[in-house]
C-alpha cells in the first residue's frame, strides 16, 4: 500500500523568507508526486509533480519541489515567500499504472503554511 | 477552458434523507475520481471511472455510497439514508486517460455536505 507523511500540521515563515514544506512517501515501485494547494473554500489546484527525470522540478508560482529517492521525500521549496502564499499544501502520490496499481491519489494529511508579513 | 464544476456548492439535509451531488468534468478527460474530505479523516478516494470500464468502487465506505457516470461525462454521487458521519466536503476530480497527462488530476470546488 502507498502512504504519505507531511510531518509538519502547520509552517510559519516571515515574507521573503525561503519556505519549505516537507513530504515523505511509501510506495512499491516508483513514485509519481504531486502538490496541490488549497485556499479557504476552494478545491484543491495543481503545483507541480514528479514523474521521472530530473529531480528538481518547476511548478506554478514560483514553487519548486525536489525528488529524492533515497530519502524517499519530495519537499515543497519556494525561495522567497509571499503572503498570498499562505494556504493547505497537500503532498500526493500514485504509482505507475503498469504496476496495476489503482489511479487515484494518496494524500498526506496536509501542511497549513502561513506567511507572516 | 472550463474546469470541473460540481452542484450544489453546499447541501444542508436531515439525517436519514438521501442527497445527490454532481460532477462535470473537464471537456474531453475520460478519467473521473471522487473523494472526500472531512476533518480527521484527511482526503479519501471514494471511487474512480474510466471511459466505459467498470468503476473502481474500493474507496467507497459503505453501500449506502454509490455513484454513475452517464454517457462518460456527468457523473452523480448519491448517499442513501445520510448519517452525521457523513458530513465533509465531497471533491470531485478529472484527468486525461492516456498519456503523460493524465498523471495530474484537476479537482473541482467542492460541494459541502451538511447532516444535522
Known amino acids: 500500500a502507498q502512504s504519505v507523511a507531511q510531518p509538519e500540521d502547520q509552517v510559519n515563515v516571515a515574507e521573503g523568507n525561503p519556505l519549505t514544506v516537507k513530504c515523505t512517501y511509501s510506495?512499491?515501485?516508483?513514485?509519481?508526486l504531486f502538490w496541490y494547494v488549497q485556499y479557504p473554500n476552494r478545491g484543491l489546484q495543481f503545483l507541480l509533480k514528479?514523474?521521472?527525470?530530473?529531480?528538481l522540478v518547476k511548478g506554478s508560482y514560483g514553487f519548486e519541489a525536489e525528488f529524492n529517492k533515497s530519502q524517499t521525500s519530495f519537499h515543497l521549496k519556494k525561495p522567497s515567500a509571499l503572503v498570498s502564499d499562505s494556504a493547505l499544501y497537500f503532498c500526493?502520490?500514485?504509482?505507475?499504472?503498469?504496476?496495476?496499481?489503482?489511479?487515484?491519489?494518496?494524500f498526506g494529511s496536509g501542511t497549513q503554511l502561513t506567511v507572516l508579513p | 477552458g472550463a474546469g470541473v464544476s460540481q452542484s450544489p456548492s453546499n447541501k444542508v439535509t436531515e439525517k436519514g434523507k438521501d442527497v445527490e451531488l454532481r460532477c462535470d468534468p473537464i471537456?474531453?478527460?475520460?478519467?473521473l475520481y471522487w473523494y472526500r474530505q472531512s476533518l480527521g479523516q484527511g482526503l479519501e478516494f471514494l471511487i474512480y471511472?474510466?471511459?466505459?470500464?467498470?468503476?473502481?468502487k474500493s474507496g467507497l465506505p459503505s453501500d449506502r455510497f454509490s455513484a454513475e457516470r452517464t454517457g462518460g461525462s456527468v457523473s452523480t454521487l448519491t448517499i442513501q439514508r445520510t448519517q452525521q458521519e457523513d458530513s465533509a466536503v465531497y471533491l470531485c476530480?478529472?484527468?486525461?486517460?492516456?498519456?503523460?497527462?493524465?498523471?495530474?488530476?484537476?479537482f473541482g470546488p467542492g460541494t459541502r455536505l451538511t447532516v444535522t
Open positions: 476530480a478529472s484527468s486525461l486517460g492516456t498519456g503523460a497527462s493524465s498523471y495530474e488530476q484537476y
Open positions: 510506495v512499491s515501485g516508483n513514485p509519481y
Open positions: 514528479y514523474i521521472t527525470g530530473d529531480n
Open positions: 500526493a502520490v500514485r504509482v505507475p499504472i503498469s504496476s496495476g496499481s489503482a489511479r487515484q491519489l494518496t
Open positions: 471537456s474531453g478527460h475520460t478519467a
Open positions: 471511472f474510466q471511459g466505459n470500464s467498470a468503476p473502481d
